[in-house]
Nanobody, 123 residues
Framework: QEQPEESGGGSVKTGGSLRLSCVFS????????MAWFREAEGKEREGVAY???????RYADSVKGRFAISRTNRMNTLYLQMNNLTREDTARYFC?????????????????WGRGTQVTVDS
């Protein structure tokens, strides 16, 4: 019954930064495994970053060194800090979670999903 909600998307220029947020209303970010996914137009959904309940993180090779996943447990909020953005980062970004841990970066592993927030990088 969890319905996470993403925010923070928008249009940015190449090289810019953006911070996405995902608020969980039912589950605690301290008790679940979470991930960020993205889906570009005409492409399959791909995993971007992962965080387990202990705070351990993992990233897709395409975003290593540029993106950082984090959380604020008191606010039940998951974040994705995105730096040095490029056109290839343009996509709709989704947060996902499950109480069953650990997880990987495959969409089918996660039962709880937000509706997504659009990130568009140009110039």
């Amino acid at each position: 019954q969890e319905q996470p909600e993403e925010s923070g998307g928008g249009s940015v220029k190449t090289g810019g930064s953006l911070r996405l947020s995902c608020v969980f209303s039912r589950l605690s970010t301290a008790a679940i495994c979470m991930a960020w996914f993205r889906e570009a137009e005409g492409k399959e959904r791909e995993g971007v970053a992962y965080m387990d309940r202990s705070g351990a993180v993992r990233y897709a090779d395409s975003v290593k060194g540029r993106f950082a996943i984090s959380r604020t447990n008191r606010m039940n909020t998951l974040y994705l800090q995105m730096n040095n953005l490029t056109r290839e980062d343009t996509a709709r970004y989704f947060c996902a979670a499950d109480e069953w841990c650990p997880k990987g970066l495959e969409p089918h592993e996660y039962p709880y999903w937000g509706r997504g927030t659009q990130v568009t990088v140009d110039s």
